[in-house]
């Protein structure tokens, strides 16, 4: 099956730095990747959407500024959490999907992100 | 509003004691319902994709059915492997971009030997 990577896995921070997640499908082009955010026992919350070579589209309440995103190639996406703040601590999963079953996407393994 | 309600929020099994998990929706023109299992601290593992009412698909022990306003995933004589989230989702389509998913809260399921 399809596999998509996530790096780093875990990544601590200070308080008022700036992290980058990395997307990376292996075996497939993705020309739309998702990202989404989980809170311990919560379901996952889609946070934007990356289109290869265009701007990314955010869901309401998100905020754009905060997380920026780049979908440089079709296989790589990437999320920048700035400024980041305690709050921000959470679990980043990002997910990509293919042209052809938009709707049946492939995880990656998540990247748990806390900030002191 | 556009939802999908999974239940129960947790399930206790013995093993080899079968049981359903449900997730209902109420998303206008659906475009398929998906299945997937989460791991503890991993992302979701793709189950099942359901595209219309009377659709059944099976994987070992999983099957999943769809009716117009709910879907099921069937587990037949669970073993402690089973154990994990189960979620769906179903598609958010407002707008042009094909894709995005909205994710129940998922049935957290704990088989023991």
């Known amino acids: 099956g399809a596999v998509v990577s996530q790096h780093p896995s875990r990544v601590i921070c200070k308080s008022g730095t700036s992290v980058k997640i990395e997307c990376r499908s292996l075996d497939f082009q993705a020309t739309t990747m998702f990202w989404y955010r989980q809170f311990p026992k919560q379901s996952l919350m889609l946070m934007a959407t990356s289109n290869e070579g265009s701007k990314a589209t955010y869901e309401q309440g998100v905020e754009k500024d905060k997380f920026l995103i780049n979908h440089a190639s079709l296989t790589l996406s990437t999320l920048t959490v700035t400024s980041a703040h305690p709050e921000d601590s959470s679990f980043y999963i990002c997910?990509?999907?293919?042209?052809?079953?938009?709707?049946?996407?492939?995880f990656g393994p998540g990247t748990r992100l806390t900030v002191t | 509003e556009d939802q999908v309600t999974q239940s129960p929020e947790a399930l206790r099994l013995q093993e080899g004691e079968s049981s359903s998990l449900n997730c209902s929706y109420t998303?206008?023109?659906?475009?398929?319902l998906f299945w997937y299992r989460q791991d503890p601290g991993k992302g979701p593992e793709f189950l099942f994709t359901l595209y219309s009412a009377g659709e059944e698909k099976e994987k070992e022990r999983l099957k999943a059915t769809l009716t117009k306003k709910e879907s099921f995933l069937h587990i037949t004589a669970p073993k402690p492997e089973d154990s994990a989230t189960y979620l769906c989702a179903a598609p958010l389509d407002r707008g042009s971009t094909l894709g995005r998913l909205y994710f129940g809260r998922g049935t957290q399921l704990t088989v023991w030997p």
């Open positions: 998303v206008s023109g659906l475009r398929g």
């Open positions: 997910s990509a999907g293919g042209e052809v079953a938009p709707y049946e996407q492939y």
